[in-house]
Each structure stands twice: as structure tokens, then as C-alpha cells.
């Protein structure tokens, strides 16, 4: 069974986006992004809010950078070969390849999705991986703690939830980014 992931690079106090929404803050460098790459590299499907593709969706034609380095041409290789599934009521049109939109979460289905993949899923949207949480779908959580608080805005994990968690692994990185990779053991 392969197993849904949630990752996300957020402030030190929790946050993914400020009170105005911007994360610009937590920008990768390249010894992050590269890390990020290799995480994200086994994914071989995307569950994502309309507001995460909207965002993510500029990985499908890298060359509107301009000269861009290898770190980044790489992980836009590694978005372009998996599967997307934007969980969206709004969304009328997608435009990236190997995607599709599902009008409504639907718990049992991811379930499915998960017990017949071959590859690791990851969800990505604060609002989508709450629902995923809450249905007790997500089997591993990793966290970039950047070195910045925000104080505000839009919580990596949602609001009354209770998780029990073990920690596999950590790491730091030269940045002051901080790796915390946790297994679910609640549910």
C-alpha cells in the first residue's frame, strides 16, 4: 500500500503562508530545494487544493523562468512525471499534463487510491491535507521549519486535531532549516 504524504516548509510558529498570504519566506535554497527533490521524487500522484495547483502549476513550463539551475529543472521533471488531482468545485480547466479534477474529498476513494498505487501519494493545500488528516488518511508528515516567525496566517496542520507521532528522521540544513519527518501513529 503506498502511502500519502504531506509535506510542507512553514515558519518556526506553524505557518505555511502569513496574514497576507505571502510564503516567500520560506523559499528554498538550493542545498533545501535539492533535498525537497529527492523527497518528492518517489511521489507518483499529487492530491491538491485548487489554490496549491494554482500555485504548482507553473512547474509544468520552467523555461518561463528564463536561465534557471539544475535544482530547479529537476524538480520540475520530478512535478511533470506524477499524476495530479486537483480537488476543486471551481476549477473548470487544468493546464498540466496528467491531471484531472474531482469536484468533492472523497475519503474512500483515496483510500482506494492508496491501497492500489505503486508509487507514494502527496497531498499538498493546508485545507485538502486538513481533510486527509482528519479522515486519518495521512501516514507521514514532513516539515521544513524555517527560521522565521510570522506570526499568522494559514496553519500547516488544522485546528482540533489530536495526532500521535514518531519521529524518523531529522536533519539541519546551512540555511538554519530544520527537517522533521514523522510517521502517524494515531488512528
Known amino acids: ?13 506553524g505557518y505555511i503562508a502569513d496574514r497576507d498570504g505571502n510564503f516567500d519566506w520560506a ?3 538550493a542545498e533545501v530545494h535539492s533535498f525537497v527533490n529527492e523527497l518528492q521524487r518517489p ?3 499529487y492530491l491538491l487544493g485548487r489554490r496549491m495547483y494554482e500555485v504548482m502549476a507553473v512547474w509544468e513550463h520552467p523555461e518561463a523562468f528564463g536561465e534557471i539551475p539544475g535544482y530547479i529543472r529537476d524538480f520540475a521533471e520530478v512535478w511533470q512525471a506524477a ?5 476543486s468545485r471551481t476549477l473548470q480547466d487544468v493546464a498540466t499534463a496528467r491531471t484531472r479534477i474531482e469536484r468533492e474529498f472523497n475519503a474512500d476513494a483515496v483510500a482506494r487510491l492508496k491501497n492500489e498505487s505503486g508509487r507514494d501519494l502527496a497531498v499538498g493545500g493546508a485545507e485538502l491535507a486538513a481533510e486527509a488528516i482528519r479522515a486519518g488518511l495521512v501516514d507521514e508528515f514532513q516539515m521544513f521549519l524555517t527560521p522565521v516567525a510570522v506570526g499568522g496566517g494559514k496553519r500547516f496542520l488544522p485546528d482540533n486535531i489530536r495526532l500521535g507521532l514518531d519521529l524518523l528522521e531529522e536533519r539541519r540544513f546551512g540555511n ?3 527537517f522533521l519527518r514523522y510517521a502517524n501513529r494515531t488512528g
Open 1 to 13: 500500500m503506498a502511502r500519502l504524504i504531506y509535506s510542507g516548509l512553514m515558519s518556526l510558529d
Open 27 to 29: 523559499e528554498p535554497d
Open 43 to 45: 511521489a507518483g500522484t
Open 83 to 87: 499524476d495530479k488531482v486537483v480537488f
Open 176 to 178: 538554519g532549516t530544520v
